[in-house]
T-cell receptor, first 117, second 115 residues
């Protein structure tokens, strides 16, 4: 079945560092991918929609200059957390609709646990 | 009002028990509905899609009431391995619309099944 690979799974770095997270669809093409963030004991919150060939669409309250999204190809989207600070520590996860379309269950990456010291 | 609302629990039940989770959603134009489970510090995994006719997968039964904007999940004969957070998830976008494919998650219902 359709698989989404997310890398890295765990990042620990100093405040001020920029961190790049990759999300790949392994055996299907994804013109759209979604990036979510989850704080401890909270549910997933959509941050942005990544669109291949065009700018990402950000949800209200999400800083686009802070969270840079690049959908470089039909199988790769990247999220870069720029100048990360401790409050950016969270679980980041991407998803992509499968080949069947956007109203079908989505495929999630394994998530990236980001810890900023 | 939250877009997708669930009772956060926690639910603590013995093995073999039957447990039901409820969920309501605010957008009547919502297109598709799912239950996911999430284990601690892991990604969500699809449990089942939810259809208006109701659907069953082994010990799990999901129901959707569009008129009431209400979704339910019933777990029969609970197992220890059922312990997880159960997420009610709604896709509110129609094909071609700006929200197509966007998922809105409920806050999750924590289930603990004990021996």
């Amino acid at each position: 079945g359709a698989v989404v690979s997310q890398h890295p799974s765990r990042v620990i770095c100093k405040s001020g560092t920029s961190v790049k997270i990759e999300c790949r669809s392994l055996d299907f093409q994804a013109t759209t991918m979604f990036w979510y963030r989850q704080f401890p004991k909270k549910s997933l919150m959509l941050m942005a929609t990544s669109n291949e060939g065009s700018k990402a669409t950000y949800e209200q309250g999400v800083e686009k200059d802070k969270f840079l999204i690049n959908h470089a190809s039909l199988t790769l989207s990247t999220l870069t957390v720029t100048s990360a600070h401790p409050e950016d520590s969270s679980f980041y996860i991407c998803s992509a609709p499968g080949p069947q379309g956007g109203d079908q269950p989505q495929h999630f990456g394994d998530g990236t646990r980001l810890s900023i010291l | 009002r939250k877009e997708v609302e669930q009772d956060p629990g926690p639910f603590n039940v013995p093995e073999g028990a039957t447990v039901a989770f409820n969920c309501t959603y605010s957008n009547s134009a919502s297109q598709s509905f799912f239950w996911y489970r999430q284990d601690c510090r892991k990604e969500p995994k699809l449990l089942m899609s939810v259809y208006s006719s109701g659907n069953e997968d082994g010990r799990f039964t999901a129901q959707l009431n569009r008129a009431s904007q209400y979704i339910s999940l019933l777990i029969r004969d609970s197992k220890l391995s059922d312990s997880a957070t159960y997420l009610c998830v709604v896709n509110m976008g129609a094909a071609g619309g700006t929200s197509y494919g966007k998922l809105t998650f409920g806050q999750g219902t924590i289930l603990t099944v004990h021996p």
